[in-house]
């Protein structure tokens, strides 16, 4: 029996770096290393933040960040500032598009900076990358590959909106020996301290993260310390006239580092630890879909291939005329037990071509034993959607999952679903032979 994780015999890294606050550090003169100046910002001396709304929607594959801020030409003058956002460093080079000096963002951009914009009063602006000097001595430099520079021009005493976006990978680290995998935690970085370059204190500002597709429990601010409370699912932090510091820049944990056994474990179970929760998963289910799409030769899109546990080459599609809206699974473990999670691989997994040709899972029904429901989203990623099971702690004897909305594949319109396994938790950590 296999895991959704492809195997390898080395360790594998894999870090998609992410933005943050917009604006810069003063050098107090420029930095050269070879032919690379390092970046200074202009003016922004003059310009304060009276206003910044930070929102941060933390996906199961990226994070999707809208910055709002509202500025004012401090000065009885015609001012044009220039400021960066600094971008992470990565130790993948290939996450990288080649983009050379002055070439503007949306003609080549990181790849890890997919989509991202800035407007001033409603009117987009560009954005060009430079490069950040290697190696710097300076520790707010650290980790910084280089910047995204925008020029915005303000009239004497003016007031103006400023809007940016962006959706920022989180960084990955993974390996797998035999068929034993870990996926390290996935993190949000944000460097608040790069505003200090404006004009006195941030007059007041607003930081909400927002869990989307995510289990809310396993959403965790590790910096900075006693600032956000919690409100809902989300996590808020309000303030007023700060200077923000390198102690205020964010660190958020949207999921927690998993680790799979295949091997070593003494009945040939598959454990899972997430975070701090051990439990052990299974494809030990009877199931029955509500259609089916027709096979087309030997390839079968019956609902037993949701048994599939390896990178998925097959899948369940459903069969009747339309995106799938309405259709259902139910499954029927063989052996009831109170269920921690269940584990699904949206869409058609097989490769990221046929993933995007057919429609996947946008919002579902949960049924247990037919009298404890909820609704589960899941984000539109080539990625497998954690469902946790919350207050409700009765042995399940069915699931039915009822799809309610889907995102449209752009080429067929089958609802596809390539692997669910059912995650049953575990008291202690159990006892794993290492593998040899």
């Known amino acids: 029996m296999q895991t959704f994780f492809p195997i390898v015999l080395a360790a594998v890294f894999l870090v998609q770096p992410v933005l943050a606050n917009g604006g810069g550090y003063f050098r107090g003169g420029v930095e ?24 941060v929607e933390l996906g199961a594959a990226a994070a999707d ?25 990565s130790f993948d080079s290939n996450d990288f598009e080649p983009v050379g000096e002055g070439i503007p963002v949306n ?14 009063s409603g009117k987009p602006v560009d954005s060009k990358w430079q490069a950040e000097p290697k190696p710097s001595e300076d520790k707010r430099f650290k980790g910084i590959a280089g910047w995204l520079v925008s020029e915005i021009t303000f009239t004497a005493g003016e007031e103006k909106p400023v809007l940016i976006r962006f959706r920022s990978a989180y960084p990955e680290e993974s390996w797998s020996v035999s068929d034993n995998s870990s996926t390290g935690s996935s993190q949000f970085k944000y460097r608040l301290s790069t505003a200090a370059c404006w004009a006195g204190t941030i007059g007041s ?45 964010l660190e958020i944990e949207a999921s927690p580092q998993i680790l799979t ?9 598959i454990y899972v630890s997430r975070g701090d929760k051990w439990s052990i998963c ?19 899109y019956a609902a037993e291939n949701l048994k599939s546990l390896w990178s998925p080459d097959t899948a369940w599609c459903e069969g009747v005329k339309g995106a799938g809206t309405g259709e259902w699974i139910e499954l029927a473990p063989e052996v009831p037990k109170p269920l921690a999670a269940i584990e699904m691989a949206p869409g058609y997994f097989k490769s990221e071509e046929l993933f995007e040709a057919n429609a996947r899972p946008k919002k579902l029904l949960v049924e247990l034993n037919g009298e404890h429901s909820f609704t589960a989203t899941v984000q539109d990623a080539r990625v497998t959607c954690h469902i946790p099971i919350l207050g409700y702690a009765k042995p399940v004897k069915t699931i039915r999952m009822t799809f309610q909305e889907v995102w449209p594949g752009k080429k067929y319109e089958d609802l596809c679903v390539s692997a669910i396994r059912l995650h049953v938790s575990l008291d202690k950590e159990p006892k794993i032979q290492p593998v040899r």
Not at 65 to 88: A, H, I, S, W
């Open 32 to 55: 050269t290393v070879g032919d690379v100046v390092g970046f200074e910002p202009k003016e922004t001396e003059k310009i304060r933040i009276l206003d910044e709304k930070l929102t």
């Open 65 to 89: 960040v809208e910055v709002r801020y509202l500025m004012r030409n401090e000065t009885d003058k015609k001012v044009k500032v220039r400021f960066g956002f600094p971008v992470e460093e």
């Open 107 to 120: 003609a080549k951009q990181p790849k890890y900076c997919q989509n991202y914009s800035i407007a001033a």
């Open 205 to 249: 500002g607003k930081i909400t993260l927002k869990p989307n597709g995510i289990p809310a429990s396993e959403l965790k601010v590790l910096k900075p310390v006693n600032r956000f409370r919690k409100d809902g699912d989300s996590w808020i932090w309000d303030f007023e006239n700060l200077k923000p510091t390198m102690a205020d820049d």
């Open 261 to 269: 056994y295949e091997h070593g474990t003494p009945d040939g179970s």
């Open 282 to 300: 299974h494809v030990n289910y009877g199931i029955k879909a509500s259609s089916t799409l027709p096979a087309e030769g030997e390839i079968s």
